[in-house]
């Protein structure tokens, strides 16, 4: 797949909205650096030596897919799976974290087991596989939102459902239904074709208006996306903030005002029961969080190689507490590692043939990770301390009249002023950047309230086989 399709696919006249203008988002040098990113990603379809490794031959089209999209059958699966995943990850450094597989996971968990659905909606299998054909050979890029927008939190918020803005159901007709409220927060929903939508949690049965789940074009008349403040880094500040200027990607509040989806993209509707289960299906849970993870660990492994060159080029890396910091965040990296691979290792068939990673691995990987990535950025403040601050605005000082000053003054233990200044600069792009504040409250809050997420590890965990073991002394 070249280049272009997925760009072309973006000039659709969708509603985008940054600093209070609509933008073309394929023409707007906030999106540059992200949409060439995404578009290499996409090429590698296109290229010999890689397409088989992100991607399969679709048995429709016969032509290569992503993998993400792949059921898979076997352990040798699941590490097909993630094999595209680390490639993907790899040529973002972690940084970029939806970039549709994802999504597309999910699409394909619920796909896997859409006879489970079967009773909540008879047309719902026939309508997910038909969507995740479509999606699969048409490469369309998917981002997910779920959440309501922050205005009450008290548990008697669903009291009132229009003035708390919930995304609601308002008119349906022979074609189709109409939609009205907001939802928070779409990550690459600004340049996603499509964007699945449904609500997170149990909702009760006089909240039917809001249960339901759809797909809906990010071009439809009405749907409006509000970026956030860009954190793209554009000329002449490219090299300064490598990071920003490449993979910035876009978070966005959706505002639907009146918002028409043709029933083939409303897979589920008027139906809180049906919505529980989608939010909790094992299979749609394991396959996306299993990419979430591999994403992790390629994050956390670039974070300590930063690590490792700072404390190199400073002369700091003798020092014991130095070494034990470092130490910690190998140990962050080899769990995660291992916590990947006892997912796969431990995988086993449903009852639909599907290999399905052991979700209790990823759930510890994925619960570990709002805790282990805050820490890393600490590490790494603890280990340069003043040294990201020292730096001159720009390398473009290093080739104006000071240059020979700062080659002297700059200069780290082991590597010449340029190189050390380029790699503070890509820390702190890391730690102290508005990219880095937000990769941070991603990797805390991501999947949900990290608090409540490790509670819920708790309460679903099999405790029996531990509770076992203490009742001889109890008898
Ligand atoms: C950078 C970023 C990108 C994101 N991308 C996406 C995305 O692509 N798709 C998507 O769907 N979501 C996305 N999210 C949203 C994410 O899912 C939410 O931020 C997360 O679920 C937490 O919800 P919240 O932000 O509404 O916090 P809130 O629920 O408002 O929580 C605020 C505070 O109140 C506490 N609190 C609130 N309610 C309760 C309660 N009932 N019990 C106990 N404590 C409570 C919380 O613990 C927290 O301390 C993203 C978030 C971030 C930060």
Known sequence: MQKDPFIKSLQDGRNVWLDGKKIDITKDENFTGTLAAISELFAMFGDPKLRDKVGYLSPK?????????????????????????????????????????????????????????RAFDKAFPDKIRSYYEEARDRHLFLSLVQRDPQINRSDSQLKNIEDLGLLRITKKTSDGVFLSG????????????????????HLKEEHKPLAHM??????????????RESCAATPPNKADAPLSASYDEMDALLLFDNVFVPWERVLLYDNPEAIAKINTDPVSNSLAYHQAIVRLLNKLEFVTAIGFEIAEAIGADGYLHVQEKLGELIMQVET????????????????????????????????????????????????GAGGFIQLPSSLQDFQGPLSS????????????????????????????????????????????????????????YDKQHLQERIQKYLQ
Request: with cysteine.
């Open 214 to 227: 759809l797909i809906v074009a990010a071009h439809s008349p009405g749907l409006h996306l509000v970026c």
């Open 182 to 201: 907001a939802k928070m927060i779409g990550t690459a929903s600004p340049y996603s074709n499509d964007i699945i939508v449904y609500p997170v949690g």
């Open 405 to 460: 000053l700062l080659q002297k003054y700059l200069v780290g233990a082991t590597v010449d002023a340029e190189k050390k200044t380029k790699l503070f600069k890509l820390a702190w792009d890391l730690v102290g950047s508005p990219l880095g504040s937000r990769h941070e409250l991603y990797e805390r809050f991501y999947a949900g309230d990290p608090i409540r997420n490790i509670a819920v590890q708790y309460s679903t």
């Open 61 to 117: 089209t016969m032509e290569y897919v992503h993998s993400a999209f792949y059921v898979p059958e076997s352990y040798e699966d699941l590490l097909k799976r993630r094999t595209a995943f680390e490639i993907w990850s790899q040529s973002t450094d972690g940084v970029m974290s939806r970039l549709s597989d994802y999504a597309r996971s999910r699409l394909t968990g619920w796909y896997a087991s859409r006879e489970d659905y």
């Open 336 to 383: 995660i590692r291992a916590l990947v691979i006892a997912s796969e290792r431990e995988g086993s068939l449903n009852p639909y043939n599907t290999f399905v990673p052991n979700f209790t691995y990823i759930q510890t990987a994925r619960n570990l990770g709002p805790k282990y990535y805050p820490r890393a950025l600490e590490i790494l403040q603890l280990i």
